[in-house]
């Protein structure tokens, strides 16, 4: 069992990491057709990673409408909302009408309100955590107040040389202070993904 | 004032002011909306997954491409995971994903994010600009070498990267506050344009 | 207490209230205030003007509903242009939702005349992010043998003169982060570094900072930030929408955080000095 468990998912890691990358450099006709058939493997895969989520959420809310029956009255929206998503979607289609209904009016309006609620959050903790205690919040502060009046032009009516300076942050400061991050960030992101490959990082897909 | 009479807007909106409902206090009308939200979605996610899984797996399996039956083994052996007996047997599609993105994702990371943009700057240093951006990139590293501890004067070498990093951050924040005031802006045109017919 | 002191003091509420009211009212009432154009835009613009009239780009709706209002605003100004310049349009997605926000912005090129199949395809959704992404960049065909309509993608003319993502004239994704979907590091990496098809990126307002370091690199052609680079596109294309209608809202809403920081900070200066000025007492 041991086998099955623990070296034949190392072993899938392995060969199935090495080859996308002797793929990347080197023209070996049959590493190539290979490497393209798993990376096709993987779309197929992903699909099906898709239905775990809705398991589970079906799993949790059905438990509490077995459980409470009288006390699960979002759990039983929730259930009844799902079938019929899925019954018009794989019935009538994505272009149908009733379809439409439940995209353009459920979830994209519903979906777009929730995100929207960070705008009157964002808004409070800028009042309460945003303030100049050191030189580095000081820097932080003032330069995101520059970029937030000069973006819009009621912030230029305000003060004239905002834009002009919101721009040398953006294509100046922040190009230095980013690309410092984004060269590190990729280095230690090498590093994990040769973990994954050469099994140091076997975690990421269950095995201790 | 024009209020709208299409019953798709009307649903749109008071969903809308059912969620903003929150930031007076937690109540009904907001739980019930996200909970239909969660089930619509988590729908949505299901059909558009049949949908692709006819495109990507099953007309390429019927149409004779017979070695797809690998990754349909491997995806259904993901819900192996429900049944404790032989739920081990989930690791090894985790693991054909994992592999694979590593790979995928490594070997053009080194190229674009650290030999490309380190040739981008080491140019024109005569430049004021681009001086400034070969030191903020320069200092910037320096803050995550940590093989040993940069002391005495050399230490404000860090310090001075840290600071290119939170005018970067700065500039971030300056950002997410645009967006975040978007997404606010694109309900209220719904409520107060689509809706309820004010405005332009 | 001072008034500063008095404010730091108040129901947050108050502040939700004071949000509210700076995005309804100009959205009510606008007041039109001129957009100028910024650069990442216009290099973006002009990217777009060069290319070939019927060639083929691929573009990714990589994004979710909460960043509809961003990035859809995007996607039809520059629908409007690449319709003028009779430029083909192939679309993908990393999420579900995707694939209907692209239909929704296809529509523009449908009223220009464009024919399904022939001049645009809407390719759908596909799982597995970049590894898929890289997938269809070696062969589209090898990921999507039907489209989002569920027509066979084999015998559609745009499909035919593609056999991979170096036959795009740009590739671009409108994107709002790797949570979930491809992100613009990847497009870059399967793109840009493995075919170098040229790239163009349009983000969210959040994503805007970090994918800087690729527009001075040279690495991508152009960055599209958020919905002010949306109110820019349109008036460069001449085809106002939401974006434009947006950005006074915007205005105030920015102003407003602005004042609420520097609330917060004279409030914390009032609170320290009071503090110093009891202990000197003492």
């Not at chain 1, 979002?74 to 079938?83: M, Q």
């Not at chain 3, 062969?139 to 015998?155: E, L, M, Q, R, T």
């Amino acid at each position: 069992m041991h086998l099955a468990k623990r070296t034949i998912p190392v072993a899938i890691a392995f060969v199935c990491g090495i080859i996308q990358v002797v793929d990347y450099f080197f023209k070996i006709e049959s590493v190539n057709t290979w490497a393209q058939e798993i990376r096709s493997w993987v779309s197929i895969v992903a699909i099906f990673a898709l239905g775990l989520g809705a398991v589970n959420v079906l799993r949790v809310h059905l438990k509490k409408v077995r459980q409470a029956p009288s006390e699960s009255l979002n759990s039983i929206l929730l259930l009844i909302t799902f079938l019929v998503t899925i019954s018009i979607g794989l019935t009538a289609g994505q272009s149908s009408k009733p379809y439409k209904f439940i995209f353009d009016y459920i979830i994209v309006p519903t979906g777009s309100a929730i995100f929207s609620l960070l705008a009157f959050y964002i808004g409070t903790a800028a009042y309460r955590a945003f303030r100049a205690k050191n030189a580095e919040a000081a820097i932080l502060l003032v330069t995101g107040c520059i970029v937030m009046l000069g973006k819009v032009p009621l912030g230029e009516k305000i003060i004239p040389f905002a834009p002009k300076w919101t721009t040398w942050i953006m294509e100046v400061l922040n190009v230095g202070g980013q690309r410092g991050v984004m060269i590190a960030g990729a280095i230690g992101f090498v590093a994990v993904s040769l973990r994954i490959i050469i099994g140091l990082e076997r975690r990421t897909y269950g095995v201790d | 004032m024009n209020i709208s009479t299409d019953i798709g807007v009307w649903v749109g909106a008071l969903f809308a002011i059912a969620i903003y409902s929150i930031l007076y206090k937690d109540n009904l009308a907001y739980s019930v909306v996200e909970s239909i939200f969660i089930g619509a979605t988590t729908g949505h996610a299901i059909v558009v997954g049949v949908q692709t899984f006819k495109s990507t797996a099953w007309t390429p399996l019927v149409g004779g491409k017979l070695l797809f039956v690998v990754p349909l083994i491997f995806g259904a052996l993901l819900y192996t995971r429900y049944f404790p007996s032989v739920s081990w047997l989930n690791r090894w599609p985790l693991a054909l994903m994992m592999g694979t993105s590593a790979g995928v994702a490594m070997r053009g990371a080194i190229e674009s994010q650290v030999v490309a943009q380190v040739s981008a700057t080491f140019v024109n240093l005569l430049d004021i600009n681009k001086f400034l951006i070969f030191l903020g990139t320069v200092l910037s590293l320096t803050y995550f070498f940590l093989t040993f501890q940069i002391k005495g004067k050399a230490s404000l070498l860090p310090k001075i990267g840290r600071y290119f990093m939170m005018a970067a951050f700065g500039a971030a924040f300056g950002n997410t506050v645009m967006g975040r005031i978007s997404a606010a802006i694109g309900r209220f045109q719904f409520i107060f344009v689509k809706w309820l017919g004010l405005g332009s | 207490m001072t008034f500063f002191e008095k404010v730091q003091n108040l129901d947050k509420r108050v502040f939700y209230l004071l949000m509210a009211l700076a995005i309804a009212i100009p959205t009510i009432r606008p007041i039109g205030l001129p957009v100028t154009i910024t650069s990442p835009v216009k290099k973006t613009f002009d990217f777009v003007e060069s290319l070939p009239s019927g060639s083929v780009v691929v573009i990714g709706f990589d994004y979710e509903p909460g960043d509809e209002i961003e990035l859809s605003p995007q996607a039809k100004a520059l629908f409007v242009q690449l319709a003028r310049k009779k430029i083909k349009v192939v679309t993908i997605s990393s999420f579900p939702v995707g694939p209907m926000f692209a239909e929704e912005c296809l529509k523009v090129l449908k009223d220009a005349g464009y024919q399904y199949g022939v001049d645009y395809v809407n390719l759908g959704y596909y799982a597995g992010g970049e590894s898929t992404l890289a997938a269809f960049a070696k062969n589209p065909a090898s990921i999507f043998s039907k489209d989002w309509h569920g027509n066979d993608v084999a015998s559609m003319p745009i499909m035919k003169e593609i056999t991979g993502m170096k036959d795009f004239a740009m590739a671009m994704t409108l994107n709002d982060g790797p949570t979930g979907g491809t992100g613009t590091h990847e497009w870059v990496r399967q793109s840009v570094m493995a075919y170098g098809t040229p790239f163009i990126i349009g983000c969210t307002g959040v994503l805007a900072a970090n994918n800087m370091p690729y527009l001075d690199s040279g690495q991508v052609k152009g960055v599209l930030s958020g919905l002010r680079a949306a109110a820019e596109y349109e008036q460069l294309v001449g085809k106002l929408g939401d974006a434009t209608r947006g950005m006074d809202a915007q205005s105030i809403g920015h102003v407003l955080i602005v004042a609420f920081v520097l609330l917060g900070n004279l409030g914390m200066l009032a609170s320290r000095r009071r503090r110093s000025a009891g202990g000197e007492k003492k």
